[in-house]
Each structure stands twice: as structure tokens, then as C-alpha cells.
């Protein structure tokens, strides 16, 4: 499994933009990026995923590197109930293989 | 779509006693379910993984008679901790996979507690 690093805490005010980095400098080329949030006592929240390109959903913006070795989550505009822990993951689409889940970055939106 | 749900969401049991949790995909088929633990304060630990009609995988460390895992069909998986002592007590989640769908889908996760 490529190896992710996020930093272990973020700060972000209320309605400003939360940047959320990852760095998965060992990925491989089927290997998605995939980002699951974790609201305290609840089971993680699939956010979005990419493989090369930039994505875009509802909830939040994944920009990727061209060379893939890192990306970035972005919510535009955070609230309180964006505050968790945020997981970056990188994965092959492989059916029978989990997600390793690392420390990630506990982010917390401030009024 | 892609909805994984878990019963119960609490339980408290006496020590000794076993407790069942329940995991089911809504609305699609899973071919490959996870088991996870997670202690106050840390991340997911995967536990186990299963597929439909076979047995389970279990991660090293991880007691298989005392974490029984079945996975009789393809929209139900059961977790059951054995003999459960306070130390067992976690908040357990599963997830699932299945064809043609791309990522995971977790549980609202299983608080357990062992008095």
C-alpha cells in the first residue's frame, strides 16, 4: 500500500476555505486517492476520490499533482459540522482489499 | 445508494457474556466485508475481512474464536465477540465492497461496552 502523511491538526475559521494536504509520494499508477472524514462516534464519511484529474462533488474539491505524489482536499466553505478527522487513503480498486486507515488530520472549524 | 448499516449502535454487557453485531448492505451486494476496531483516540484498525460463503481473514493479533465473523450472504455479515471482557469494550464498524462500485461503505459503527 502507498504510504500517506497528513498533518495531525488544522485549525480553520468558520465559512473560510479548509485546505486539507496529503502526500502519497510512493503511489502507484492504479492507485485512487480516496478521502473518508470521521465525525466524532460516527463510522467514516466517503468525501470524494480521483485518480489524475481534479475532482469536484457537493461536498468538497480534490485537487491531485500532476506527477500524483500529493493532493489536497479542499472544503469551500467550512461550517462547525465540518469539524473531524479527515483520512486520506490511497488504494488500488481491488474488491477484496480494505482501506488502512493512518492518523489523519483532525480538523477543526472555529465559530 | 451504497448504504451499510449496523445493529445495535450501543450495547452494554455483563462480563463473560457474548454480544452479536449486526452488518448489512442496504442496496447493493457485498462481496467483501470488513471488520474494524477503534479505541477512544485512535484510528481504524482493520480486524478482519470477508467473503460471501467463505472464512474469514483475520489480521494478525486478532483472536478468531473470540471475534467469530460470519458472512452468509451477500448483504449480511455478523461480528460476534465471545466471552467479552472490559478490555473488548470499543466501538467496532464494519464496511463493505462490492462489484462495480468504487471505495468502501462504512457502518454508523457499534459502541460496545463490557462492564
Known amino acids: 500500500d502507498a504510504k500517506t502523511t497528513q498533518p495531525p491538526s488544522m485549525d480553520c475559521a468558520e465559512g473560510r476555505a479548509a485546505n486539507l494536504p496529503c502526500n502519497h509520494s510512493?503511489?502507484?499508477?492504479?492507485?485512487?486517492v480516496y478521502w473518508y472524514r470521521q465525525i466524532h462516534s460516527q463510522g467514516p464519511q466517503y468525501i470524494i476520490h480521483?485518480?489524475?484529474n481534479n475532482e469536484t462533488n457537493e461536498m468538497a474539491s480534490l485537487i491531485i499533482t500532476e506527477d500524483r505524489k500529493s493532493s489536497t482536499l479542499i472544503l469551500p466553505h467550512a461550517t462547525l459540522r465540518d469539524t473531524a478527522v479527515y483520512y486520506c487513503?490511497?488504494?488500488?480498486?481491488?474488491?477484496?482489499?480494505?482501506?488502512?486507515f493512518g492518523p489523519g488530520t483532525r480538523l477543526s472549524v472555529l465559530p | 445508494g451504497a448504504v451499510v448499516s449496523q445493529h445495535p449502535s450501543r450495547v452494554i454487557c455483563k462480563s463473560g457474556t457474548s454480544v452479536k453485531i449486526e452488518c448489512r448492505s442496504l442496496?447493493?451486494?457485498?462481496?467483501?466485508m470488513f471488520w474494524y476496531r477503534q479505541f477512544p483516540k485512535q484510528s481504524l484498525m482493520l480486524m478482519a475481512t470477508?467473503?460471501?460463503?467463505?472464512?474469514?481473514?483475520?489480521e494478525q493479533g486478532v483472536e478468531k474464536d473470540k471475534f467469530l465473523i460470519n458472512h452468509a450472504s451477500l448483504t449480511l455479515s455478523t461480528l460476534t465477540v465471545t466471552s467479552a471482557h472490559p478490555e473488548d469494550s470499543s466501538f467496532y464498524i464494519c464496511s463493505a465492497r462490492g462489484a462495480g462500485l468504487v471505495g468502501q461503505f462504512f457502518g454508523p459503527g457499534t459502541r460496545l461496552t463490557v462492564l
Open positions: 510512493t503511489i502507484s499508477g492504479n492507485e485512487y
Open positions: 480521483g485518480l489524475k
Open positions: 442496496d447493493f451486494q457485498a462481496t467483501t
Open positions: 470477508s467473503n460471501e460463503g467463505s472464512k474469514a481473514t483475520y
Open positions: 487513503i490511497v488504494r488500488a480498486d481491488n474488491y477484496g482489499q480494505n482501506f488502512v
